[in-house]
């Protein structure tokens, strides 16, 4: 065994819960910030969030988000940008 003394053991363990939750400190930033762009309307104005520009906009709060969600063009000229490809949703042939 590698750790034949607990005390080594408990010591790694630490550290490793310490680097995760310094790592998810450092990611949940990340996470509430959402991009969008718009490649057909670059100055396209969402009432309640704001405008794009030059065909970005970044939202930070939940209700943002949905808003921008919930416009028509969602899907149609607004996209989001996202690294989480999860989060995408999936549609089939027939729904295009």
Excluded at 9 to 34: H, I
Aim: with cysteine; hydrophobic share 35%; proline share 6%.
């Amino acid at each position: 065994m590698p750790y034949k003394d607990i005390s080594e053991r408990r010591e790694y363990d630490r550290l490793r819960k310490r680097r995760a939750r310094a790592f998810q400190k450092a990611t949940a930033a990340l996470m509430e910030v959402r991009l969008y762009f718009s490649f057909r309307y670059p100055n396209l104005h969402i009432q309640g969030v704001g405008s794009f520009h030059q065909g970005f906009l970044v939202t930070r709060t939940p209700e943002d988000q949905n808003a921008v969600e919930q416009h028509p063009e969602f899907w149609h000229t607004i996209f989001p940008l996202c690294l989480d490809y999860d989060r995408l949703p999936v549609y089939e042939d027939d729904d295009i």
